[in-house]
């Protein structure tokens, strides 16, 4: 489950980045092209902060790290 959560976490921001990129330089689009790129862009950021919180979710903080290190 994780490594599928981890795919779409690498998915959504690629789309992120591609179409913000896309959105933002690109000059010969027409307004609804650019509505759309930057509708496709959002998404991709809140699926890629939904993915990275539930990856994160399960993992120990720093804090913790260095005592289960020295419970070892």
């Not at 690498?10 to 179409?19: K, R």
């Not at 690109?26 to 509505?35: E, N, P, R």
Request: hydrophobic share 50%.
């Amino acid at each position: 489950m994780k490594k599928l959560i981890a795919i779409i976490n690498v998915i959504a921001w690629s789309g992120f980045w591609a179409f913000g990129y896309l959105a933002l330089t690109a000059s010969d689009l027409t307004q609804q092209q650019i509505t759309i790129a930057s509708l496709l862009a959002g998404l991709g950021f809140v699926t890629g902060v939904v993915a990275y919180l539930k990856l994160s979710h399960g993992t120990p903080g720093v804090r913790h790290m260095t005592k289960i290190r020295e419970e070892g």
